[in-house]
């Protein structure tokens, strides 16, 4: 299902999406996907009838060639041709940026405060060149191209991709839960179009989304420290990891089962201030600029995104009161926020990835500058939340604290996230049963 679903839309993107770097993937990465979903008919056809002894082999060697088919090789062939024929189509706005904000860095120039309208970019609406709409720690990933000239090895995509690469199975090999579910998780973050597509344009979300993944099995396996500092990284490459950090701050807990809100959070702020606050010193009117206002479409440029969100429809007739209604719209994001951590405060990283689902949901779809890829968060947060649900760490499989939250209570959490991931298809139902045996509370 799941990749028969990636083969209809590569299909349509190869035709219709507005980014020629996109439609060059989707044409590149429609037949991986088609051939995928030939051979696992195939294969539940034959099981159907003969079973295999070790279907799990099996499709993690299909996973892997899809991974291949469809991420790696689309991602080598656009940094080769970029190499030879130049930025033009090989390479979106996302690396150009980062690249060239790293070598004003190395030249000793603030990123923030000068334009990079110039060269590749000179084709891109004037507003483009002009932000870098990105924290200080998405530099990283420019500097060795900055540093090193052009080149195969230093392209951004290169360091974006092995960060994702090398934080993803780290993450997988200290949750626990099934095999099973664990490949489907990986499979989503990578190989699918939540994921190899966004790998192969350059954006740095897939890194992100890694490191938050990390940040929450750390934080459940009762390590807030370490926990902490990875998402104080992920926090400062990109503010889409902010909206994750107070659920698991109330929700982490020591090895005693006492609450490390304070430890994880202390380290976060440390490596965020580390990271943001040099250059927040050297012009925090340039940096809210780029970061914040220009993202939500408010500085004196308008962004180029344009994806069909509820909040871009409804400030498109009030180009005058865009401000207004970005701040309601906000507003209502953050409390549907507080009420959850309020009203059903989290006491187990399950509660807190759902949670956190739910608002970066709301925040996705009510933003006047519509950037509907992000949902790629919230997806993999409710996915993630089932490898989540195995309290083995907690000593009254309750959140560490002795106590269940109101919302777990009632089954809220759940009941929501295996309803989610059962409508998208990615949990099967003997695996659905097993869980909820599974998460039903001991009675008696």
């Excluded at 790998?199 to 099995?217: I, Q, S």
């Excluded at 420290?225 to 902010?242: D, E, N, P, S, Y």
Aim: glycine fraction near 12%; hydrophobic fraction near 50%; include cysteine.
């Amino acid at each position: 299902m799941l990749y028969g679903a990636s083969t209809l839309l590569a299909a349509v993107a190869a035709s219709a999406d507005y980014i020629p770097l996109q439609r060059q993937w989707a044409r590149l990465a429609v037949g991986p996907y088609a051939a995928a979903t030939a051979v696992a008919v195939l294969l539940a056809v034959r099981w159907r009838r003969w079973p295999a002894r070790r279907p799990l082999r099996t499709r993690t060697v299909l996973a892997l060639a899809v991974f291949v088919g469809a991420a790696l090789v689309p991602l080598s062939l656009e940094i080769g041709w970029r190499a030879r024929h130049g930025d033009a189509f090989h390479a979106q706005s996302e690396v150009l940026l980062i690249e060239q904000g790293a070598q004003s860095l190395v030249h000793g120039v603030n990123p923030y405060g000068v334009s990079h309208q110039g060269g590749a970019l000179a084709g891109y609406p004037p507003g483009v060149g002009e932000h870098i709409p990105y924290l200080p720690g998405v530099f990283a990933f420019g500097l060795p191209r900055a540093l090193w000239g052009p080149g195969l090895l230093t392209d951004a995509r290169v360091g974006i991709t092995l960060v994702s690469l090398g934080v993803a199975p780290l993450a997988l090999g200290l949750v626990g839960g099934s095999a099973a579910r664990r490949l489907r998780a990986v499979t989503v973050l990578l190989a699918l179009p939540t994921g190899a597509r966004y790998l192969t344009g350059g954006g740095d979300d897939v890194a992100v989304v890694a490191l938050l993944l990390l940040a929450l099995v750390l934080a459940h396996r009762r390590r807030p420290v370490a926990a902490g500092m990875v998402i104080g990284l992920a926090a400062a490459v990109k503010l889409t990891a902010w909206p994750l950090l107070p659920f698991v701050a109330l929700a982490v807990r020591d090895r005693n089962g006492r609450s490390a809100a304070g430890r994880l959070l202390a380290t976060a702020a440390a490596v965020v201030a580390c990271i943001v606050a040099p250059f927040a010193v050297w012009s925090a009117p340039r940096l809210l600029d780029s970061v914040l206002l220009y993202p939500l479409g408010l500085a004196d440029q308008p962004t180029i995104a344009r994806g069909p969100t509820l909040g871009r429809l409804l400030a498109a007739p009030f180009p005058y009161a865009r401000g207004v209604i970005a701040a309601v719209l906000a507003g209502i994001a953050v409390g549907v926020g507080v009420l959850l951590l309020v009203r059903w405060t989290p006491t187990r990283m399950r509660t807190a990835a759902v949670q956190a689902a739910i608002v970066l949901t709301l925040v996705i779809l009510l933003a006047t500058a519509g950037r509907p890829g992000y949902l790629i968060y919230p997806l993999n947060l409710l996915l993630w939340s089932g490898l989540l649900g195995s309290d083995e760490h907690s000593p009254a499989g309750d959140g560490g604290d002795g106590r269940r939250s109101r919302w777990h209570r009632r089954g809220g959490a759940n009941k929501l996230a295996d309803g989610a991931r059962e409508r998208l298809g990615l949990v099967a139902h003997d695996e659905r049963v097993a869980v909820r045996d599974l998460d039903e509370p001991r009675r008696g």
